[in-house]
């Protein structure tokens, strides 16, 4: 990942970055040696053969464009069964034209996220090099993924490093009842993935975050799917929630690659989101100006931040805990695909963060709130003239709506009276959990009503809310 450190490591490592240069590794392939299709439209032939796992998989469907493994070496639940819908509603809210806001709802996963379409690489390259013992550091959902892997394959073991608190109990219920052993941490995220890839260095554990190359390279085919349900065409925009920084450095390679392969012949612009209480990347690239520069970007500057980060003990806080992270591992994968791009980066409120899930999830399908941070930033960028309403433009919806019922539920159910004043809202967990966010006000809340327990009362209320 360094481009000027030319060492190169076969497939049988499980090294995660250089031992000369320190940096992250990054999957390259002998192109010429691969029987790649003349088109993208040449992959439809697959579906014909669905009955084949490979084939049905919306990862390995594409495997000419992840060929790192033989197809006897290849482990799949059927991940990728995922869908680009339009939603007028979703679409107006944010403020483009009707069908040129679609949403890619990653959450319909085996999972329930995203990360299946990187952990069923992950667990192939475990498989390769017969890896007995698998970990992750997690904010919920790469547990929750590697943990089905491991359950449904028997493979290998599980164990999973989680931050005390934070993590969503859709979340947390997954990877305890799939059988991970399940490590909390007295720290954060940032703590947990230190710890855990220190302690697989030292034990030979196969480690899956999306340090691991491999992982990435299975994100991709969430591009590959959208361009699919595009028909082949390129969109104007993809626009992505951004934590570790892993989907948006696949997204870039992906499309890269797919342009050096004479595949496609442009590039969609690429737009990053952070939540505002998680915003290192947006920071550095927006505020600092820090770019990728063809690989001669400033990195004392970028140790500089993060040393100050670590003075002031700056800590992540938003209510979107799958991006709660302040150190991205992969940050300069993600300056690189910015600017194979021409990306931006925005940072959004969580209070905008929770008003777009409820627009979502009144559309249909619904996502966690880590996900709607997309929507808000397309909102945003619209707003700000940088997305013309006219532009086709892809959100990606990275995990589902029951990942994380509380915030939902929270939303919905608070009395907005209650959120201006956080010392009163003490006694009420979801308003001093809303207030606490900096959430002030609710207006795409769905209340439930309070009704009496009898039939007249019942038919009153329904002739009043007109139904
Ligand atoms: N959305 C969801 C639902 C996530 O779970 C994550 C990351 C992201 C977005 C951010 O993606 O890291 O590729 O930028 N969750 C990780 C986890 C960190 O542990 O589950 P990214």
Excluded at 51 to 74: H, M
Excluded at 362 to 369: S, T
Excluded at 387 to 392: A, E, G, K, L
């Amino acid at each position: 990942m360094n481009p000027a450190c030319r060492a190169t490591y076969s497939v049988s490592e499980t090294l995660v970055d250089c031992s000369k240069c320190g940096h992250l590794l990054d999957i390259a392939y002998d192109w010429n040696r691969v029987p790649l299709p003349g088109s993208l439209k040449q992959f439809e032939s697959r579906w014909s053969s669905r009955r084949n796992p490979l084939d049905f998989s919306g990862v390995w469907r594409f495997r000419e464009l992840l060929p790192f493994a033989r197809d006897e070496q290849i482990v799949t639940i059927g991940e990728g069964q995922t869908i680009l819908q339009s939603s007028a509603g979703v679409g107006k809210y944010a403020g483009f034209q009707t069908g040129k806001l679609l949403l890619q709802y990653e959450g319909l996963n085996p999972s329930g996220s995203f990360k299946d379409n990187g952990m069923t690489a992950a667990s192939t390259h475990a498989h390769m090099v017969g890896a007995k013992v698998a970990a992750c550091a997690s904010t919920g959902n790469t547990s929750a993924s590697l943990a089905i892997y491991s359950s449904t394959t028997r493979l290998f073991e599980t164990i999973v490093f989680i931050g005390s608190g934070k993590i969503a109990y859709g979340k947390l219920s997954q990877a305890l009842d799939y059988g991970a052993k399940t490590l909390q941490i007295q720290g954060d995220f940032d703590d947990a993935l230190k710890q855990v890839r220190d302690v697989c260095a030292a034990r030979g554990i196969y480690l899956c975050n999306s340090v691991n190359p491999f992982r990435l390279e299975g994100q991709k085919s969430i591009m590959f799917r959208v361009l699919e349900a595009l028909n082949w065409e390129v969109p104007d925009w993809i626009v992505v929630p951004g934590g570790n920084l892993g989907n948006s450095s696949a997204f870039g390679k992906a499309f890269f690659e797919l342009k050096e392969l004479g595949l496609i012949h442009r590039i969609p612009r690429l737009a990053v989101i952070n939540a505002t209480g998680s915003n290192t990347l947006y920071q550095l690239f927006e505020q600092h100006k820090i770019r990728w520069n063809g690989g001669k970007l400033d990195e004392a500057k970028i140790n500089g931040f993060f040393g100050q980060m670590d003075t002031d003990n700056r800590r992540a806080s938003t209510l979107a805990t799958a991006i709660e992270i302040n150190r991205p591992v992969n940050l300069l994968k993600c300056l690189r695909a910015l600017e194979v791009c021409d990306g931006v980066v925005r940072e959004v409120s969580d209070e905008a963060i929770l008003e777009a899930k409820a627009q979502i999830g009144a559309g249909g399908f619904g996502c966690e709130p880590a996900s709607a941070a997309g929507v808000a930033g397309a909102k945003l960028l619209r707003e700000q003239g940088v997305i013309s309403p006219s532009d086709q433009v892809v959100c990606i919806l990275t995990g589902h709506q029951l990942k994380d019922p509380t915030s939902t539920v929270a939303y919905h159910s608070v009395d907005p009276a209650r959120l201006s004043a956080i010392a009163t809202a003490e006694d009420d967990a979801y308003a001093t959990m809303l207030s606490k966010a900096g959430v002030t006000q609710t207006p795409a809340a769905n209340r439930p009503i309070v009704v009496e327990n009898k039939f007249e009362s019942i038919m009153a209320l329904l002739d009043r809310i007109g139904c």
